[in-house]
């Protein structure tokens, strides 16, 4: 069964204060992995995807890359308006296209 | 704005009652997810659905059910409701079913079961 583990559960940062968020997972032919962002109340909001062990995407203050068995969300100089709880989910192989989730990680960046 | 749309926002309700939640998915999109969202277990998947049939099936509750319409909204049938079902409801839709597409999320329903 596909399963994603996300940490740390919370992470409290100052202001340009770099970081680091972890997703591992396991699952069965990966077709995909994918990060969004969710704020309180709203939907998760889609960041970015990756496909193949090696690859990174950035965007803005956020760089995410992939391994085989992880992913990593680099949050470089982040600013109080990156407080928000970001998602990890992925999509194996078996014909199916449901996201499997991590129960996330909630950032607060204080100024 | 993701292009989304699911009504109503929230849901107040009693036990042992019957909702419906919609979704209306983005322009040109065949395909429709429904998500669970509850406090202790993460965004859940309930059910796809492509094209008006139904793709693939989660941890969706026999009381539950859904359809995807000839213009491709969707509805979530809920019955029975019991307290455990208080959560956040999502809808996604992606722009056909194959693996490794991005699914975009509408703003959900908030079910609170009284």
């Known amino acids: 069964e596909d399963q994603v583990t996300q940490s740390p559960e919370a992470l409290r940062l100052q202001e340009g204060e770099s970081s680091s968020l972890n997703c591992s997972y396991t699952?069965?032919?990966?077709?995909?992995l994918f990060w969004y962002r969710q704020d309180p109340g709203k939907g998760p909001e889609f960041l970015f995807t990756?496909?193949?062990a090696g690859e990174e995407k950035e965007k803005e203050r956020l760089k995410a890359t992939l391994t085989k068995k992880e992913s990593f969300l680099h949050i470089t100089a982040p600013k109080p308006e990156d407080s928000a709880t970001y998602l990890c989910?992925?999509?194996?192989?078996?014909?199916?296209?449901?996201?499997?989730f991590g129960t996330g990680t909630r950032l607060l960046v204080s100024p | 704005d993701s292009g989304v749309t699911q009504t109503p926002k929230h849901l107040i309700t009693a036990t042992g009652q019957r909702v419906t939640l919609r979704c209306s998915p983005r322009?040109?999109?065949?395909?429709v997810y429904w998500y669970q969202q509850s406090l202790d277990q993460g965004l859940q998947f309930l059910i796809q659905?492509?094209?008006?049939?139904?793709?693939a099936k989660g941890n969706i509750l026999e009381r539950f059910s859904a359809q995807q319409f000839p213009d491709l909204h969707s509805e979530l049938n809920l019955s029975s409701l019991e307290l455990g079902d208080s959560a956040l409801y999502f809808c996604?839709?992606?722009?056909?079913?194959?693996?490794?597409?991005?699914?975009?999320f509408g703003a959900g329903t908030r079910l609170s079961v009284l």
């Open positions: 996604a839709s992606s722009v056909d079913g194959t693996g490794g597409v991005i699914q975009y």
């Open positions: 699952v069965s032919g990966l077709r995909g």
């Open positions: 990756l496909y193949s």
């Open positions: 989910a992925v999509q194996g192989g078996a014909g199916f296209q449901k996201l499997v």
């Open positions: 322009s040109g999109d065949l395909s």
């Open positions: 659905y492509y094209n008006g049939e139904e793709r």
